[in-house]
Structures are given as structure tokens and as C-alpha cells.
């Protein structure tokens, strides 16, 4: 019988950070935070003392040391996706960390969360759950008001801007942006938690979340004048708006171009796009991005989405050691939901199912580790698979936003429509 691998121990209650490493935790962020001239704005939180929630948007890991400085010298628990533990376990869990399977439902880690609060300490979320695409709001889970109504403490926001355009999701070269902001704002004291409903939480979090860095970044006339900067954004802007056709855009240096018909768009260094000749389509990414996202939203309604088969790789992380290949397969992405399914080297199937129910976003990746290519992230509450399409075109992006319509089309059609920006 084949031997399975230790799967991480997600019950292990989460450590205080100890008292040595506080200050190093400190010292290891503000190099960065005093490099980008991060100015941090503290509305209402002046004299709070923990216990408290601390929300943040997440668009690069800058967003990390800016939260330990805001909070700083006051002790926290961060909530951190698996494969951040990776060759780093017991390091991470000394200085706070917790650690979380993206997108699945977590009892576990609502557990680990209330100790952090009885320890009196700062609870450290991120909900949006993966880096922004394209450095405005993900969607966020309709559970968050739940939580933290459950939790019981003052609820705060920390907001960041320029991190995105500093260090974008799809080419995480550092630009230099400068200054960055933050706002760390009180949302609800726990007197006004406990007389406030989920909902009206969950509204008041989905407002104190809403930002957009590109239009931070042309209000505030900051430049990037890094030469690549456009290198990168066909993997977000993966369809032609001029053609319309889908998984021939690319980019170089600070152009952004159509493979089948050729048209060219130039990044300025306001971050603004325009067409080398004729109609500017989208001048602000973010538009372009929505655009993608109502092609999508047609598919699907019309019942017509559908990706694959396609040949992937699959590799599985079943605990902080190491990813271990798992083998070769194929995945379906449809009207079904993502559908995975193999043979590991061993001659042995694999088999993974996400039903449209069961999955309200997903992460990927471009260019994992800068080696492994575009891929899908898809979990369970043991197992967290990397998986790599290849030998066919395809944009993670896509579906990326098609698991998000998928969800939102089938909320609808049982009566129970998602609130904007919730899922």
C-alpha cells in the first residue's frame, strides 16, 4: 500500500508571537516601508489596544510589512495561505502566522481566530484571499460579517494604495513607487458591532474596501518610468478588444499587443494606455479588465462557457515541506465547475472536483516562482493542487473570473442573488 504524506497540522493552536521576535519582525519590515515613504493615516484607532480584527486589501507582499509597522509594537496573528509556510513552518508559526487552504470553508480556522482574541491579541485577515489582478477590490466572502460579529471586538480597515502599481501581480519587479498611503480606520467599535447586523457589516466592509490603484496612481501624478513595465499585463488583459479575439495578446518593454491583428498599445508612466493608431478602447486596465469579465458573464448566462479538456501538470502540496508531483492529467473548467482528473506516476488515478456551489473564486498564478508557468490553485481542507495547463491556449485569468460568474449565476438562480462585491 502506497505511504501518504503527513498532511500540515491546521489544528495546531496558533503561537503567540514570541517576545524576541517582535522587534525583528519590525526591523525586517521597515527597510521597505521607509524605502516606498509609506504614509499611514490612523482614523479613530488612535488609543485602541487589542483585542481587534485587523482587514486588509492585499495586492503585494509590501502589504505585510506595512500592516507590522501600522500595528507595531502590538502583537498579531496573520492568517497566510500554505504555500507561504513552504521550508519556513516553524518560523512562521513563531512570529503569528496561521495557516489557511484558499477558498474553502474553513471551520478550523474560525477556531483559531477566537483563541487569537482571547489571547487579546490582533486578528490579521486578508479576505480578499490573493493578490489583486489588476490592483482594484477582489471579491470578498459574505461570511466576513458573520465572523466578525462572532469574534466580538472593534472591527479595523487597513487600506493600502500604490502597492499594485509599485509591484503588480503580473510582473512583481519593484518600481519604486513613492510615497505609498494607508488608511487604518475603525469600522465598528464592539459596542456598535454588537447593535449591527451581518449584513450591515458586510456593507460597511465592502465600502471601506473599495480602491483602485491605477487611479490612485494618475491622481496623485505618480510616475514609473521602469522600461517594462507594460511586460506582463497580456496575462490580466488576455482579449483583444479590437478583434476580439482571446489568448493572443502579449507585451514587451512598454507595449501591450494583438498577435492577430496586430494592434499596439503604449503603458505610459501614469500607468494610462493608448493605441499606437486608432480608437484608445480602455486607457484606464481596470476597464479593459471589467470588459473581460462582461465576455465572461455573456458565456456564461448564454450556458455556453467552457475551457478545456486541456493537458496539466499537477503538482500537490500536502504539507510546508515541498510540492510533490503528482502527475499528468487533464482539467475541464465549465459550465460544471473545474474538473481535474489523472494519473500519478505510480499508475494510480487522481481525481479532484470543484462544483460551481461549492467554489465563489479561486487563485492562480502567472509564471509561479518564475519557472512553472501559469496555473490554478484548488483545495481541499488536506490538500492544496498546483495545476499547470500546457500544450494549448488558455488564460488562467479567464477562468479566474469565469469561477466568479459561475457562482454569482447560480446564487441567482436559487433565489439567493450575491450582494456587489460579496460572494
Known amino acids: 500500500m502506497k505511504q501518504q504524506p503527513a498532511r500540515f497540522d491546521m489544528k495546531r493552536p496558533p503561537e503567540r508571537t514570541a517576545w524576541y521576535l517582535r522587534p525583528l519582525t519590525w526591523l525586517l519590515s521597515m527597510p521597505d516601508v521607509w524605502k516606498h515613504q509609506s504614509r499611514i493615516e490612523k482614523i479613530g484607532v488612535e488609543d485602541l489596544k487589542p483585542p481587534y480584527v485587523l ?60 483563541q487569537v482574541i482571547r489571547n487579546g491579541d490582533v486578528a490579521l485577515i486578508y479576505p480578499e484571499a490573493r493578490y489583486s489582478l489588476c490592483g482594484t477590490t477582489a471579491v470578498l466572502p459574505a461570511s466576513l460579517g458573520k465572523l466578525c460579529k462572532l469574534l466580538g471586538v472593534p472591527v479595523v480597515t487597513l487600506i493600502c494604495h500604490g502597492h ?7 510582473n512583481l519587479h519593484d518600481r519604486g513607487v513613492k510615497p505609498t498611503e494607508a488608511e487604518m480606520r475603525l469600522l465598528f467599535s464592539a459596542e456598535e458591532l454588537s447593535r449591527s447586523k451581518p449584513d450591515q457589516i458586510n456593507e460597511a466592509i465592502v465600502q471601506a474596501f473599495q480602491y483602485d490603484d491605477f487611479a490612485w496612481q494618475r491622481e496623485r501624478g505618480i510616475r514609473t518610468p521602469y522600461e517594462g513595465r507594460a511586460e506582463g499585463l497580456h496575462k490580466v488583459l488576455y482579449q483583444c478588444p479590437h478583434c476580439r479575439r482571446e489568448y493572443q495578446m502579449d507585451s514587451r518593454g512598454t507595449e501591450l ?53 486541456m493537458p496539466v501538470t499537477v503538482d500537490s502540496l500536502p504539507n510546508a515541506k515541498r510540492f510533490l508531483r503528482l502527475g499528468e492529467g487533464t482539467m475541464i473548467h465549465d459550465m460544471n465547475g473545474f474538473r481535474v482528473r489523472g494519473t500519478d506516476f505510480d499508475g494510480d488515478p487522481f481525481e479532484m472536483e ?11 498564478e502567472y509564471e509561479y516562482l518564475g519557472k512553472h508557468g501559469d496555473c490554478v490553485d484548488l483545495n481541499t481542507l488536506e490538500d492544496t493542487w498546483y495545476i499547470y495547463p500546457h500544450d494549448c491556449e488558455f488564460s488562467v485569468t479567464k477562468m479566474a473570473l469565469a469561477t466568479e460568474e459561475l457562482y454569482f449565476a447560480y446564487r441567482e438562480s436559487i433565489g439567493r442573488p450575491c450582494r456587489p462585491g460579496l460572494a
Not at 78 to 95: M, N, P, Q, W
Not at 164 to 170: A, M, Q
Not at 354 to 364: A, E, M, R
Open 257 to 309: 499587443f494583438c498577435k492577430a491583428c496586430g494592434k499596439r498599445w503604449t503603458m505610459s508612466e501614469l500607468g494610462q494606455l493608448s493605441a499606437e493608431d486608432g480608437e484608445t478602447e480602455f486607457a484606464h486596465i481596470p476597464d479593459w479588465y471589467e470588459w473581460e469579465r462582461e465576455n465572461v458573464r455573456r458565456e456564461v448566462r448564454e450556458g455556453t462557457y467552457s475551457t478545456g479538456p
Open 354 to 364: 470543484k462544483t460551481v456551489p461549492s467554489l465563489y473564486s479561486c487563485h492562480i
Open 55 to 114: 482587514l486588509c486589501n492585499h495586492n503585494a507582499f509590501l502589504d505585510f510589512k506595512v500592516a507590522t509597522a501600522a500595528i507595531y509594537p502590538q502583537r498579531a496573528n496573520y492568517v497566510v495561505a500554505i504555500d507561504g509556510f513552504i521550508g519556513r513552518e516553524e518560523l512562521l508559526r513563531k512570529v503569528g502566522c496561521i495557516c489557511k487552504r484558499k477558498f474553502t470553508n474553513d471551520v478550523t480556522l474560525v477556531r483559531q481566530l477566537k
Open 164 to 170: 499594485h502599481v509599485n509591484s503588480p501581480f503580473w
